[in-house]
C-alpha cells in the first residue's frame, strides 16, 4: 500500500528533480573509494607531515627537531631553485602539450580508416614505462653515438646534458613526446562526444572548418581542458623517473626539480625529516595550482557543455 | 531509501573484509620474518657476484648446526632497504658493505659488533688479508668488517692502437699525460673519455690528484672534521692542475653529456674515439662483456701517473678496496658468524672469485691467479694493491651519505666551469663530515 502512494507522490514530483536524484546515488558508492583514499593518501600524509618535524636518518628511531627541517629548508638554494624547475617544466608541459594534443585529438575523432591507423601509431609512447622512453632517449641523445653526432650542424658538440637550458630541453622534449598521446586520447574521446547537430547547424549558417573548431569544438571541450591541465600540471610536478635517467638532476643542481630533491635527501642523503618537508610543500603547491585552474575555468560550476540541447 | 541502505551495508562489509585482509597480511608478514632461532640471515648485494656467496653459504651449511640464509637485495634498492631494517627485528646477522662511511653511521648507533675478539681467536681473520684492505673497514682502531668480493682500485686504462698511431705512450707522470693529451688531440680523437653525466667518474680525478699532490693525509684531516684543509696550499695546486688539463680538452667539450652506466664512455674508449679512461677495476670486465675482442688485445692499463714534487706516494691508490661482511651486535650465534666469516680466506672462495673475474684480497690469491679470467691483469691489479702504502676509499665512500649528492654536484660543475676553485673549496667544506 505504501508503495503505491509513494509512487503516486513521485508522480506529481517535477520531471528535473527525480532525473536529478537518479543521476546522484547516496554517499554509499562513494565509500570504497574513500576508504582507500584514507587509508592510502590522507594517512600517509599525516605521517609524512609528522615526519617533517622529525629528524631521521633511517636508523633507529626519529627524533623530534621541531622546525629544523623547515627552517633548512627554506634556507636551502637549491629548494628555492628546484619550486622554480618544477614549475618552469609543468609550464612547458602545458604550454607545449596542449595545443598539439587538442589538435590531434580533434583530428583522430574522425571515423576514417587511415585515422585509426595513424592515431595507433601516435598512442605508441603511451604503452612504454617513462624508464623505457627516457633510457631510448638518452641513447639517442648521446653526443657521441646518437643523433647529435650524425647533425652537428644542429647539435654542435651534442652537449645537450651540459647546460640547463639544453636539459630543460630535453626534459621537456621528452616529456611531452611520452605524454602528447594521452593527453590526445582524453581530446579524442571527448571530441567524438560533441553532439553532431552543431555542426550540422553551423554548415548550414555557412561556417568553415576553422570556424566550427573555434567556435564549436573548442568551447565543446572547455571541461576536457581544464582536466588535461590539472592532469598536466600534477604530473608536471611530480616528474621524477625521467629526471632519474637522463640528467641525474645535473649538470649541477640545474635540473633537480622538487621530486628529485626528495628522492636525493631520502634515498641518497638519507635525512628523511628533511624528504618529508619537500614532499609537504610538493603537495601544497600542487594542490593550490590545481585549485587555480579549477577555479579561473569556473570548472567547480559544473556548468554542462551539453546545456541548450 | 531501502535500496541505499542496503548498498551501504554492502559497502561496509565488503570494505571490513578488505581491512580484515590487510591486516592478517601485515600480521602473517611480520611473523615470518621474526626468524627462527637456529638461523643467521647474511644479506647480500644482488648481482651477478652472489654466485659465489650462495656457493659459500651452502658450503658453511654443509657443516654448522646453526644454518646461514642468503638473503639478496637487488642493487639498486640495496642501501635503502638495509638502512631500513637494520634497526628492526629484520635486521640480517650478516651484511655487506664498502667499509668506511657506509658503516660510520651503524657503528656510532652502537649496532655493529667489533671483531677484535674474534680476530684474537683467529688471528688469520685479519692476517690473510692485505693490510691495506683490511683497514678500511676499521673505524676508531677496532675491525668492523672482514673482506668480502674482489678489490677496485682505479687505473689509467687505454686503447693501445690509439696511444701507437698517435706516437704516445703510457704517460708515467702527470707531464707525459699532459703531452699525450696535446698530441691525441692533434690526432683528431678525445684525449680522455670520462662519464660526466654520472658524475662519479669525474670524482676520480681529484681523489687520485689531491693524493698525488698532497699524500693522504689532506683528505684525512678534511674527512676528521678540519675544515681548513681544503682551503690548504696543496689543494689549491691539485685543484689548478685539474682546471689545466680540463682546459687544455683533455675530456672534450661534452663529457656532461656522456655516462659510464650507459656504455657511452667505455664505447669511447673501445671504438678508438678516445685514448685514455680514469676507471675502477671492474672497466676490464665491463669491456669484456661489451667489447670483447678490444678487451683481449687493445685495453692497456697503467697506474696513475706521479706527480713531480708531489708529497703522496707515487704508487698510493684510490677505489674501493673491497666489500666487507659487518656484523650486527644483536646476533644470537657469534660463534656461527665466525665460522662463517672464516670462510671469506679460504682456498674455494678464493678460487671461485677469481673465476667470475673479481680479483679478492687475500696473501694468498697469487697461488691461485693462473685461473683468473685475465691471469697478467689480475697479477698488475694483484701487485698494486699489495705494494700501495695507502689505499684512498672512493671519497664518496668514506665521508657521510648526506655528503655525496652535494659532494658529487661540486665536482661535476668544477669540471664544467659552474664553479671556481675558492667555490669548490667553499662547497667541500660545507659537506657534513659526521
Redesign the interface.
Known sequence: MTTIAATAVDRRRPAGRSVTSATR?????A??AT?FFVLFAIVPLVLVAVLSVMSW?????PQFSGTDNWVKLFHDPVMIKSLWLSVLLTVLGVVVQTPISILLGVWAAGHQRNRAVLSAVYFVPLLLSATAVS?LW??L?????GVPSEASWLFG??????SQSGAVGVLAFVGAWQFTPFHTLIYQGAARAVPPVLYQAAQIDGAGTVRQFFHITLPQLRNTIVTSVILMVVGGLTTFDTVLIL???????DTTISAYYMY?KA?????FGVASAIALVLVVVATVISLAVVRLSGYDRMRSTSEGL | MKRQAQLSRVAAGSVAVLLGLALTACGSGSGSASGGGDKIHILVYGDASNKVETQIVDTFNKTSKVKAVLDTVPGADYQGKLQTVISTKQAPDVFFNWGGGSIAPFVKAGLLLPLDDMIQQDPALKSDFLPSVFNSAVIDGKAYGIPMRGTQPVMLFNNKKVLADAGVSEPKTWDELLSAVQALKAHGVTPIALGGGDQWPTLMWFEYLFDRVAGPGLFEKALGGDKSAWAGEDSKKALGMLKQLVDAGAFGTNFDSVKYTDGGSPALLARGKAGFELMGSWEYSTQQDASPDFAKSELGYSSFPTVTGGKGDPGALVGNTNNFYSVLKKTKHPEAVAEFLKLQYSDDFVKAQLAIGNLPTTTNTLDFVAAAANPDYSKFQFDLVKQASTFQLSWDQAYPQTASTPMHQAVQQFFNGQMDADAFIKAMQALPTS
Open positions: 546515488p547516496g554517499f554509499a558508492w565509500l570504497p576508504v636518518d633511517g636508523i633507529g628511531s633510457v638518452r641513447a641523445l648521446d653526443p657521441n653515438f658538440d651534442g652537449n645537450l646534458f651540459g640528467t641525474q638532476g645535473g649538470p649541477g643542481t636525493q634515498f641518497k642523503g638519507f635525512d
